[in-house]
């Protein structure tokens, strides 16, 4: 028999439509091998996914938060029906190893590692693409390393570009550039290995984020994307991850 999953956050909408999917799949059996309903919004999706990262489920997202990106509208009318037809879209993360004064610390990032200033002093920071510099001293606040599916979340909001999500790129977004107040950023590779080096790590100490996961006083940062990994996100047919990334785009320029 194929079983179906159902996991929710805590909230009271979330609970309730549980209690509601556990009454109706019992006498409706969704054709799909290793389904997991997700109810709740894309931070808590983000870990579940993480909690996930080996096992080839098919994760499907029902939003009961504010904006909900990764997830899918609840229709109790259409739900099995959904459920059954929706599309499935694989996404790679991020991959963060952050090396501090005692510690070296790896975490998965689906839609962004972000670097930010720890203190009232801005960061100074180095960014390399392997052995070539990006950028050799970036006074800001700090910088974004964003896949496309992150492209128009925090990445949007410091004027990042919006990525195709079959781009097989990255986008490298400094949050308020102080100097040099021109470098707009980078789009790299999906094959690139960003390293973030702290070049004033006493006086500007700065922290390292994916997703949600903070590792403070971070001395250096690797990033990669970890394409071993792939999550399995299905949509219903007309509010797939792709269509969401082209209505975010707007009069944004499309790489």
């Known amino acids: 028999m194929i079983k179906t999953t159902i996991i929710s956050d805590k909230n009271t909408k979330s609970i309730k439509i549980k209690n509601f999917l556990l009454r109706i799949i019992e006498d409706n059996l969704i054709k799909r091998q290793n389904l997991v309903i997700v109810i709740g919004g894309d931070g808590f999706m983000l870990q579940v996914l993480k909690r996930n990262k080996k096992k080839s489920n098919l994760f499907y997202g029902i939003n009961s938060g504010n904006y909900g990106f990764l997830m899918n509208k609840f229709s109790k009318k259409n739900i099995i029906k959904n459920l059954s037809n929706a599309k499935m879209t694989s ?65 949007l909001s410091v004027s990042g570009p919006i990525l195709n999500l079959n781009s097989k790129k990255i986008s490298i ?17 999906d094959r690139s290995k960003i390293i ?33 990994i792939k999550f399995n996100l299905l949509y219903d047919k007309n509010t797939s991850l792709q ?7 707007l009069r944004k320029e499309t790489f």
């Not at 991020?94 to 720890?118: F, G, P």
């Not at 977004?173 to 590779?189: C, E, L, N, V």
């Not at 269509?243 to 785009?249: G, N, P, Y």
């Open 173 to 189: 977004a400094p949050i308020s550039a102080f100097r040099p107040r021109r470098w707009k950023g980078k789009i790299a590779s």
């Open 91 to 155: 996404i790679s993360p991020l991959e963060m190893r952050v090396v501090t004064k005692n510690k070296i610390k790896k975490s998965l990032a689906i839609n962004e590692v972000s670097i930010l200033r720890q203190s009232r002093q801005a960061a100074s920071i180095s960014i390399k693409n392997g052995s070539k510099y990006l950028i050799k001293k970036l006074i800001s606040d700090g910088v974004l390393v964003s896949t496309p599916a992150g492209s128009t979340a925090y990445n």
């Open 243 to 249: 269509k969401k990334i082209k209505l975010e785009q």
């Open 196 to 228: 973030i080096k702290n070049l004033n790590p006493v006086k500007r100490p700065i922290s390292a984020v994916a997703d949600n996961i903070e590792i403070r006083n971070a001395k250096t940062i690797y990033v990669k994307v970890n394409n071993k």
